[in-house]
């Protein structure tokens, strides 16, 4: 089987739309609010995106990398540093609903499938400390609590 790009992509070995992974650091939070592409490639998952077709999910081989890879998982670490800066200084997802909720639950889910539970769990904290004055959807919330233990939430 050949090598996972999303391998490739958190090794810089390849960029996404021109944009290697050390480059979303430089992107201003209006970039990273309206762009919806580059989520699934920053936080890869089993399951194939709906808004982004064109990333590669997360098969049992490129799941096992990052499990064991320390620069893997240190990408992921440098990734989360992103994300964590635009939550802090971003205000605007604090809403009962808001498409950054399904971002954060990727990031929550990815960061503990990979074996990153720390991570997981204090990003989010972070991100409830962030909404207890918001009245958040139940099922956003159940959806919180299932990805940070790198689970799908139960429907109903």
Request: charged share 30%; aromatic share 14%; glycine share 4%.
């Amino acid at each position: 089987m050949s090598r996972s790009l999303l391998i490739d992509f958190h090794l810089e070995k390849i960029s996404v739309d021109g944009l290697y992974l050390y480059d979303f650091a430089n992107l201003s939070n209006d970039v990273l609010e309206n762009k919806h592409d580059y989520i699934q490639w920053l936080f890869p998952l089993p399951e194939k995106s709906f808004f982004n077709t064109k990333c590669q999910v997360l098969d049992e081989e490129t799941l096992k990398e990052f499990q064991t890879n320390e620069d893997l998982q240190d990408s992921l670490r440098f990734a989360l540093g992103i994300m964590l800066k635009f939550y802090k200084e971003s205000r605007h997802w604090v809403t009962k609903y808001n498409h950054n909720y399904l971002r954060i639950s990727r990031i929550i889910r990815c960061l503990a499938l990979v074996g990153l539970i720390e991570e997981a769990e204090e990003f989010y904290s972070f991100i409830l400390s962030k909404v207890l004055e918001t009245e958040v959807d139940a099922n956003t919330l159940k959806y919180w609590d299932a990805a940070v233990k790198g689970e799908l939430p139960l429907k109903g």
